[in-house]
């Protein structure tokens, strides 16, 4: 599979694995490419910077039909990973692969996946008549 011919949600899972977020490194590089992406839908990003600049959390509200911003649901992950040294990876666990109908590479069944999923869905939630912001 390629990213042409995949689902959105997937190649969007697929960039995410592909960029490296080891927890204490900066995650500036993909907050940046996340932001852009969200941008695209016309969707402000609030960014909250880490004390020492290098980290960053990313905040979106979409509205209800009311255009409400309060309450709500949240949903919530992280984009960091564990460190790979010293691990024994049948594949780069940076250079996601999709094998035998599953995926394969560092945060694929962390968290990484489930924001990859939010994100490619955003779409389908901005058209939503939204019963209470999210």
């Known amino acids: 599979m390629t990213a042409a011919t995949t689902p959105y949600s997937l190649a969007t899972i697929v960039e995410l694995l ?13 907050t940046t490419w996340i932001s852009e992406e969200i941008a695209r839908l016309d969707l402000p990003v609030v960014t909250q910077a880490s004390p020492g600049g290098h980290q960053e959390n990313l905040l979106v509200t979409l509205p209800d039909s009311r255009g409400n911003t309060s309450g709500g649901l949240l949903l919530s992950g992280h984009l960091d990973t564990v460190p790979v040294e010293g691990q024994i990876w049948t ?30 869905h955003l779409p389908k939630f901005t058209a939503a008549p939204l019963a209470v912001p999210l």
Do not use: Q, W
């Open 91 to 120: 594949s780069p666990p940076f250079e996601p692969e999709v094998r035998n109908g599953r995926l394969y590479g560092r945060g694929a069944t962390d968290m990484k996946s489930f924001c990859g999923s939010v994100i490619a």
């Open 18 to 30: 592909s960029r490296e977020s080891t927890s204490g490194h900066t995650n500036l590089p993909l």
